[in-house]
T-cell receptor
Framework: GQSLEQPSEVTAVEGAIVQINCTYQTSGFYGLSWYQQHDGGAPTFLSY????GLEETGRFSSFLSRSDSYGYLLLQELQMKDSASYFC?????????FGQGTELSVKP | DGGITQSPKYLFRKEGQNVTLSCEQNLNHDAMYWYRQDPGQGLRLIYYSQIVNDFQKGDIAEGYSVSREKKESFPLTVTSAQKNPTAFYLC????????????FGPGTRLTVL
């Protein structure tokens, strides 16, 4: 089967750095994606790791280690607008399999 | 503007009625997907289509049906066989089946009374 695990909730203060971890068990793995979803809205794509290592896009970075079946999303210089749910998703077999999501709360 | 649209945003139906949710995209994407999201949960794949006139069951296809007669359109029917249909339904598309990036519509919140 396929499964992903990520923390259900994370709280941080404005300006801080937060890391959201994701571990996975799957077959047919091509890569790991991250999506952001604000309450009541649609998920939006943040980043994708097809190879091991770090991908940086502005304040957001994502990391993948295939040997450890592990990845993380790093959010720097947190802003209030970053309060949202963050989902990791395994890419493979022509589809995405999503984790349960991590709800990030950014406090002033 | 290119994008993916779903209508309506909110939908109410009586128990035992079939209901069809609309999903249209003008991104010229080959692949389209339907997900269900329950409160505080992740997205679960209902059906997906990698090309016109072809579609595959996802993880929770029971009680749902789809069609893909046109590249732009991928409607989802929630049938009376679906035991717990009240949920947030999201449609997505991607350039093709191998693309890592999916683009989501705004979603339809279905409530069955």
């Amino acid at each position: 089967g396929q499964s992903l695990e990520q923390p259900s909730e994370v709280t941080a203060v404005e300006g801080a750095i937060v890391q959201i971890n994701c571990t996975y068990q799957t077959s047919g793995f091509y890569g790991l994606s991250w999506y952001q979803q604000h309450d009541g809205g649609a998920p939006t794509f943040l980043s994708y790791n097809g190879l091991d290592g770090l991908e940086e896009t502005g304040r957001f970075s994502s990391f993948l280690s295939r040997s450890d079946s592990y990845g993380y999303l790093l959010l720097q210089e947190l802003q209030m607008k970053d309060s949202a749910s963050y989902f990791c998703a395994v890419v493979g077999g022509g589809k995405l399999i999503f984790g349960q999501g991590t709800e990030l709360s950014v406090k002033p | 503007d290119g994008g993916i649209t779903q209508s309506p945003k909110y939908l109410f139906r009586k128990e035992g009625q079939n209901v069809t949710l609309s999903c249209e995209q003008n991104l010229n994407h080959d692949a389209m997907y339907w997900y269900r999201q329950d409160p505080g949960q992740g997205l679960r794949l209902i059906y997906y289509s990698q090309i016109v006139n072809d579609f595959q069951k996802g993880d929770i296809a029971e009680g749902y049906s789809v069609s893909r007669e046109k590249k732009e359109s991928f409607p989802l029917t929630v049938t009376s066989a679906q035991k717990n249909p009240t949920a947030f339904y999201l449609c997505a598309s991607s350039l093709d089946q191998s693309t890592d990036t999916q683009y989501f519509g705004p979603g339809t919140r279905l409530t069955v009374l």
